[in-house]
């Protein structure tokens, strides 16, 4: 928004409500929310938008824009007024505004329409000029200004992102009376005198510039000058802190590690060393295993495997963890619109068709007063980061199709947001490269002064003050925008003369910095920052060249295509800025008004970092304790019915149905598999698609994570994860010879040997596990440092660690092929009369093997149309099992188990256990136990020996399973 | 016989137009996909087409309330040709987003009800949702639905909602009755016991179960749940436990215009 404005004469606001209560959904939603706090008293709430309109605007041109385009005219109506600030209302209210500088999409549109129809007026003398949007909250019931002081703290403002301000009952906030205006910083080139700091003056100024490099990063840093001879600038310092962060270079898992510990799924010790952890582990089993379907893996923005002669499928999977501890919402959002443009950014272009998400989350029954200082309650991380997610995914047009959501206390101050995407590419449009004599072309939204510091924030640990701290990294998105960029971009690699650009990457983590930087590596780029197109004046040169405004790519575009270029972007309505070209002398130089502020040799940028020899340890035994007590405990169990009816309506078991619901499954028509499946709605295994309107061939996506197995073995957490990833393939009709499977590691702080060697551990887990069973890592991504930690006074105060790691948690995310989507199945039940059979395989090193030939036999049976429904055995067990097949299709069944082994662990999760639905003698012929009969009858009747037998009808099971998370847990 | 001119219309985060131009082409249509400025550009391009179809998304992010913006963008450059090409006999189709922004125009319900009569707003839930719904149909002269003598088993149809914006309300309960007499009442959502109110099947809370509406002739059909989301039979969440005789319940939506219009 540009703020300075010398014609504005005048000023006017517009509010618009709801005609009747009944048409404000909004409001009752948010009336919801105050209830969920603990103010049940609170009896109504009416929320009203307001617009604020500057310009040359007569009371009749405000009152057009008011009736004709700010208000519906059946559902609401409008009160046009002079001024910003004056408000009467009868009741009490809080408004709320967002921050100068944040995006506001809203006030942007309202901008361009009204413009629009202010122009198309017969006198045409009228001008809008600027928009900004509030909203207003009118709290009936409310006691006193402390409790709408509460009301706007926690249910209606982020104080990251957002002002609000109280009027009722003693308190009369001003309102703001201008637009917001965002601070100027005029130009003065910056040097930091770094060439003769002391080792604690390194390490100080690391910190208080938010750089988060180590100390031997810092003298790397310092040398490298002293040799040049001179200082660096402030830029060239960030430009160095943002390439070597742990976020873009991973330089935790490449570093040179000595482990010693416990062997690998076999007894006894072993010493070993890795040159780089994640070459000698994830990347050695993708090159061992040499898949000529694997297209290009590890080396772009997303890793591509072949779908058919004409097309590859990319997969990336990022997080976003720590702008969604702050701002759900936002951080959520803008993860999502990251992963997506890292699809985007990948070869010449995806395009995206199909996004996934899954969660780390505190229990959303934690005790709110035991809930340290500007912590978030898991329940409003909840609510925000599913409306992130949906908000974002939906407006782009891009299915959100599979997930999953842990819950565990550790993830309390640090949650964890996983987005994935998948896109569809063009098998000659996945090699890039940019050429000398390029242009660099910035494209999409504007550059801002949103999301500095985010790729250093999200190598940081977060503690209780980050929040104030590092406000300036958090994000609001805008969909929008992104979806024109995405469609202006597949323009350009469709044109009928060829694609228009050489090379693409997304802006993403370090803003230009990291994408030039990237882009660059081989050839040197000239950057001129005064050229890239600004959200409003005022940004200094470093603001603007590491700013993570959200919604830009970069275009290396070939000087003879760049007016068809330009010209195309133009016709979307896409801003496309050159503002640099590739050179030939390995140096990145960038210039402010002719001047350079930044000059780095491009091979001391990608390889000066430091590297590190560090030593690693794990003993079997030292299981990391929980933090208990905090959420509501679990009355005994006496029978094996109320077990479980207590299995099902745990947190992690139950149905994600009200989040699935809120997300767009369906969009651009390619569904097969939804997320919830069978007349009644229970889980599904994996998503299918079909990329191709025309093709019967598909793709199936799923995700595994174990975290609970973590505590005690991380290798086997890893096994475990790609275990259940394939099963839920496989349980789709999904082809097991040809999955590709993609690593997120996200590990607390990795400061300490054990640490350490709890990465070692799950990276040769992953490793062996792809190995035996043939699934090659085609992309991956780590976050560590993933730690809460606070005050000593506020740990006494709400009994907690003062320090709160998370769990070890590695997501596995898979995709695979399936030849013929009519084959799949789902895990529904389908005829009564039909057997239950019970396939598994021993989980032991050596039994990988057999576990192999397990997957790889249903598959078989599967696509030979033996198999009606496939279900896999994971949390709550075998029981738990049965119980969402009888859930999804209203049939019951009668089970009995014989197996003693089996019948002890009927509540635990199984690897390589499937239950199916099959006939008889094909269980027989492949040596599967048969354990049941499907029955008409709604009810399930578990015979279980010592255990107590489970006799209930289905509606009970499907009562306990689907009651928890109804409202994001609320009630 | 010559393919049927369709154009489908795009903007800023229309997010169907891939599905929709699909689904005209497998009812043997030709469509014809362009954006929105281009044919404000030069609106007598109208004249080449027998049906303009406003796919579903968030147009300009659905920014103010959903529909406005696109909705404001036809009413200054592309009203008149619209209903010129109905007057001339020709079709217009919105779907969800496409829907809304043909209410907000006032082309539905049309005739001379103005825009004031009707509106598309937020669900009761106040949140986006995703379901399957059924649908009964509710006039004999809409073309892109099969009349009742034709329909034979095929009672309802199945489709997909997902929005948050789907609430169909009328000023008065005078409007909805005269909706309800005129026919223009398309498609209705319906449960098992006949109920057009109740909920998930009523998904979003519209008065008298109000799923989509056509304009007095029939022509301008606009809904909220995607057809364009059920042109496969593999895209019915019950596929799998399906033997499913005849064409897809969404691509009949295609397929009825086709022949209507296609003579």
Known sequence: ?971 | MSDLPVLVLRTAGINCDEEVVHAWQKAGAKPTLLHVNAVADKPSMLEDFRIVTIPGGFSYGDDIAAGTILAQRIMQDLLQPMKELVERGGGILGICNGFQVLVKTGLLPGGDAGRDKVTVTFNDSAKFEARWVRLEVGTDHCPFLTPAEDRGQQEYLEMPVEHAEGKVVTASEAVLDKLGHAGQIAVRYVDGDGSYDRYPANPNGSVGGIAGLCDPTGRIFGLMPHPDRHFEHTHHPQWTRRNPQGPPNGLTVFQNAVRYWRG
């Open chain 1, 1 to 971: 928004m540009c703020c300075k404005d010398p014609e504005a004469k005048r000023r006017w606001r517009v509010r618009v409500r709801a005609r009747s209560p009944q048409l404000d959904g909004h409001g009752r939603d948010v009336l919801e929310d105050i209830r969920q706090i603990g103010l049940e008293h609170v009896e109504a709430v009416m929320s009203s938008k307001l617009y604020f309109l500057a310009g040359v605007l007569a009371e009749d041109d405000v009152r057009l824009l008011a009736q004709e385009l700010l208000t519906d005219p059946v559902a609401e109506v409008a009160e046009v007024g002079q001024g910003f600030s004056f408000r009467e209302d009868a009741h009490p209210a809080v408004e709320v505004h967002t921050l100068s500088g944040v995006m506001n999409p809203v006030a942007q549109s309202t901008l361009q329409a009204g413009r629009r129809m202010l122009q198309r007026q017969a006198d045409g003398n009228a001008d809008l000029s600027n928009v900004w949007t509030a909203r207003r909250y009118e709290v009936l019931g409310a006691k006193n200004a402390e409790e709408l002081r509460e009301i706007a703290t926690r249910v209606l403002a982020n104080a990251c992102i957002e002002n609000w301000y109280i009027q009722g009952f003693d308190r009369n906030d001003s309102v703001p009376a201008e637009f917001p205006t965002p601070p100027d910083r005029p130009f003065s080139l910056r040097y930091v005198a770094i060439r003769d700091l002391d080792d604690a003056e390194l390490t100080r100024l690391s910190r208080d510039a938010h750089l988060f490099l180590s100390l031997k990063e810092m003298q790397a840093i310092r040398d490298h000058f002293t040799e040049l001879d001179r200082d660096p600038t402030d830029l060239e310092l960030e430009t160095l802190a943002q390439t070597w962060s742990e976020h873009c270079v991973h330089k935790t898992l490449k570093s040179e590690i000595d482990y010693s510990g416990d062997d690998f799924g076999l007894e006894g010790k072993v010493e070993l060393h890795f040159d780089n952890l994640l070459k000698d582990t994830i990347a050695a089993a993708t090159s061992k295993l040499d898949r000529d379907w694997c297209l290009s893996v590890f080396v772009d923005n997303a890793g591509v495997i072949a779908f058919d002669d004409e097309y590859g499928i990319a997969f990336k999977v990022e997080t976003h963890n720590h702008p969604s501890a702050i701002e759900p919402y936002g951080g959520a959002a803008t993860g999502i619109g990251g992963c997506i443009r890292d699809v985007m950014g990948c070869g010449l272009g995806a395009k995206p068709i199909a996004s996934t998400d899954i969660f780390c989350f505190a229990p959303p029954d934690f005790d709110a007063s035991r809930l340290p200082k500007d912590v978030l309650h898991p329940r409003r991380i909840l609510k925000g980061v599913v409306g992130g997610i949906r908000d974002y995914g939906n407006r782009m047009g891009i299915p959100t199709v599979n997930g999953s959501i842990y819950f565990d206390e550790r993830y309390l101050g640090n949650p964890l947001v996983f987005c994935g995407c998948v896109g569809l590419i063009p098998r000659n449009r996945i090699d890039k490269k940019p050429n000398t004599g390029d242009r660099i072309v910035v494209a999409g939204g504007r550059t801002g002064r949103d999301g500095i510091h985010g790729a250093t924030f999200s190598s940081a640990e977060l503690t209780d003050t980050h929040a104030d701290e590092f406000s300036h990294a958090v994000q609001i998105g805008n969909a929008i925008e992104e979806k024109k960029l995405l469609d202006a971009q597949l323009l350009a690699r469709d044109h009928p003369s060829g694609c228009l650009h050489s090379a693409v990457t997304d802006c993403g983590a370090g803003g230009l910095s990291s994408a030039v930087g990237e882009m660059g590596e081989q050839l040197g780029a000239c950057v001129d920052l005064e050229d890239v197109p600004l959200k409003y004046a005022g940004l200094r040169y470093d603001e603007i060249w590491i700013s993570e405004a959200q919604e830009r790519m970069v275009f290396a575009v070939p000087p003879e295509r760049l007016d068809a270029f330009l010209a195309l972007f133009a016709e979307e309505e896409v801003e496309a800025t050159v503002i640099g070209t590739f050179t030939d002398d390995r140096v990145l130089r960038v210039r402010y008004d002719g001047q350079t502020v930044g000059e780095l040799d491009m091979r001391f940028l990608h390889e000066g970092v430091p590297k590190t020899v560090r030593r690693a340890t794990w003993t079997a035994g030292e299981c990391k304790a929980r933090i208990v007590g905090a959420s509501a405990g679990a009355p005994a169990i006496t029978s094996g019915s109320e077990r479980i009816l207590r299995e099902l309506s745990s947190v992690n078991t139950a149905s994600k149905e009200w989040v699935i619901r809120q997300y767009d499954h369906e969009v651009q028509g390619r569904s097969v598999i939804k997320p919830l499946c069978g007349p009644d709605y229970g889980p599904s295994d994996a998503a299918v698609l079909r990329p191709r309107y025309n093709s019967k061939r598909g793709i199936a996506i799923a995700c595994g994570l174990c975290p609970q197995l973590g505590d005690v073995d991380p290798y086997w957490m890893a096994i475990a994860g790609v275990d259940e990833v394939l099963r839920n393939i496989v349980c789709v009709g999904g082809d097991p010879a040809c999955t590709a499977i993609l690593d997120n590691f996200c590990w607390p702080k990795v400061d300490t040997e054990e640490s350490l060697g709890a990465l070692v551990r799950a990276c040769r887990g992953a490793s062996d596990a792809a190995l035996a069973y043939g699934l090659p890592f085609i992309s991956g991504k780590d976050s560590l440092n993933n730690e809460f930690s606070m005050s000593k006074s506020e740990a006494e105060r709400t009994g907690l660690p003062q320090q709160i790691a998370i769990p070890y948690t590695l997501l596995i995310s898979a995709v695979g092929m399936i030849d013929n989507v009519e084959r799949c199945i789902t895990a529904d039940l389908k005829d009564p009369g039909n057997c239950l059979a019970l396939a598994s395989a021993p989980v032991d090193r050596a039994g990988l093997e057999q576990a192999k030939a397990l997957h790889d036999r249903i598959a078989r049976m599967i696509a030979s149309g033996k198999v009606r429904a496939a279900h896999d055995v994971s949390d709550g067990g075998l029981a738990v099992t049965l119980a969402e097949m009888c859930i999804a299709s209203g049939f019951g069944a009668t089970v009995s188990i014989h197996d003693e082994a089996v019948r002890g662990a009927l509540f635990e999760p199984l690897a390589t256990t499937y239950v199916l639905e099959t006939a008889q003698s094909d269980a027989e012929a492949n040596g599967f136990a048969v354990i049941g009969r499907i029955e008409r009858e709604a009810r399930l009747y578990i015979e279980t020996g010592d255990a107590g037998k489970i006799d209930l009808p289905v509606a009970d099971l499907a009562d306990a399973w689907r009651r928890p998370l109804a409202h994001g847990g609320g009630r």
